[in-house]
């Protein structure tokens, strides 16, 4: 009889180990789908969002004197998109973890995320001197409009986390 009640507990035992891991499973699943339809959302706002600038830009390059618009403008919206996309898909992942975990990826990837910009901004104008200004002042403005945009985007995507 005792055998029965010591075996009747391990039997209750692992199927409560089970059933608690499938819920972990089940909750990691819902979590994987939440984060790649969200990600997919992100990424449709941001081409839409990204049309402004290039409208805009076009409509300035045809308006403006030559020597006023830089001419890698399109290059560097395709740039920040591309940099936008690829910081929000890495910040997304660490989401589903620990937020400390999360706090450590967000400042990482700013972090990283400055450096490229700064490299490649420095980089650009130690090769193309003349035009400095232009190119300082558009990517100094596609630098704060993608940096708003994902900010206020990560602010709404954890209050619906919530």
């Known amino acids: 009889m005792i055998l029965f009640i010591i075996r009747g507990a391990k039997i209750r035992k692992t199927i409560i180990k089970r059933t608690f891991a499938g819920a972990i499973k089940f909750m990691n699943c819902l979590m994987e789908i939440k984060t790649r339809s969200s990600y997919l959302l992100f990424s449709k706002r941001l081409l839409i969002y990204s049309l402004i600038p290039a409208?805009?830009?076009?409509?300035?390059?045809?308006?403006?004197?030559?020597?006023?618009?830089?001419?890698?403008?399109?290059?560097?919206?395709?740039?920040f998109i591309a940099v936008t996309l690829i910081s929000t898909y890495i910040l997304i992942k660490s989401a589903?973890?620990?937020?400390?975990?999360?706090?450590?990826?967000?400042?990482?990837?700013?972090?990283?995320?400055?450096?490229?910009?700064?490299?490649?901004?420095?980089?650009?104008?130690?090769?193309?001197?003349?035009?400095?200004?232009?190119?300082?002042?558009?990517?100094?403005?596609?630098y704060l409009y993608y940096t708003i945009f994902e900010v206020v985007w990560l602010v709404s995507f954890f209050k619906t986390d919530q």
């Open 96 to 142: 589903q973890k620990k937020f400390i975990k999360y706090l450590n990826v967000y400042l990482l990837t700013t972090v990283i995320k400055l450096f490229l910009l700064v490299a490649v901004m420095v980089t650009y104008i130690l090769f193309n001197k003349a035009d400095l200004i232009p190119f300082a002042l558009s990517f100094f403005i596609l």
């Open 55 to 79: 409208f805009l830009g076009a409509v300035l390059y045809f308006t403006l004197p030559e020597n006023y618009m830089t001419p890698v403008l399109p290059f560097l919206i395709i740039f």
